[in-house]
Antibody, heavy 118, light 111 residues
Framework: QVQLVQSGAEMKKPGSSVKVSCKAS????????VTWVRQAPGQGLEWMGR????????NYAQNLQGRVTITADKSTSTAYMELGSLKPDDTAVYYCAGDLQWQDLDSWGQGTLVTVSS | QSALTQPASVSGSPGQSLTISCTGTSSDVGNYNLVSWFQQHPGKAPKLMIYEVTKRPSGVSNRFSGSKSDNTASLTISGLQAEDQADYFC???????????FGGGTKLTVL
């Protein structure tokens, strides 16, 4: 089981972008996929997208297509999620998680709070 | 509105068993044995409790079990304990172009 450590909290203005990192501090991505999930305050979980770090292939949620980019650096076992054209509705805790088959997210980062406010 | 439907809340007394349902469609829950369940305590990251419908990760109590019938998946918790009080989310793979969908979550209260 890989251990994931995310970057710190961010405060952003509407219209700007944010980039959150997720590093495997113990183990490597190896055969894991890396999924990004967000949770708005008091709300449920929303799947944002997933990358296969070994192949560099990413898939995205349809409602975020065009605004979100997920990348991975195999050499440092670090994944990144960049979300652009930020809106106040994007205020949420953003999590990365490791999975073997899309839904079996068995290793989670600690979460990164992104606040979007003017 | 979430793609998978869960009851907003359930409650039970210590020692009881209860079941949380997760209803999808023939495109997600009904079409793949790739349904998982997560437990989330306030302020914490979710924790995987069940994956691939019925499998339990190492370290998860055998009081938690999963099942599926047609388009509905279920999480059963037996011998309810105070520490089980949390939010529970289901999740299913659904293939391209949506890939993964979550339920809206169920708040479990231990009376």
């Amino acid at each position: 089981q890989v251990q994931l450590v995310q970057s710190g909290a961010e405060m952003k203005k509407p219209g700007s972008s944010v980039k959150v990192s997720c590093k495997a501090s113990r183990g490597t991505f190896s055969s894991y996929g890396v999924t990004w999930v967000r949770q708005a305050p008091g709300q449920g979980l929303e799947w944002m997208g997933r990358i296969n770090p070994m192949l560099g292939i990413a898939n995205y949620a349809q409602n975020l297509q065009g605004r979100v980019t997920i990348t991975a650096d195999k050499s440092t076992s670090t994944a990144y999620m960049e979300l652009g054209s930020l809106k106040p509705d994007d205020t949420a805790v953003y999590y990365c998680a490791g999975d073997l088959q899309w839904q079996d997210l068995d290793s989670w980062g600690q979460g990164t709070l992104v606040t979007v406010s003017s | 509105q979430s793609a998978l439907t869960q009851p907003a809340s359930v409650s039970g007394s210590p020692g009881q068993s209860l079941t949380i349902s997760c209803t999808g469609t023939s495109s997600d829950v009904g079409n793949y044995n790739l349904v998982s369940w997560f437990q989330q305590h306030p302020g914490k990251a979710p924790k995987l409790m069940i994956y691939e419908v019925t499998k339990r990760p190492s370290g998860v109590s055998n009081r938690f079990s999963g099942s599926k019938s047609d388009n509905t998946a279920s999480l059963t918790i037996s011998g309810l304990q105070a520490e089980d009080q949390a939010d529970y989310f289901c999740c299913s793979y659904t293939g391209s172009p949506t890939f993964v969908v979550f339920g809206g979550g169920t708040k479990l209260t231990v009376l």
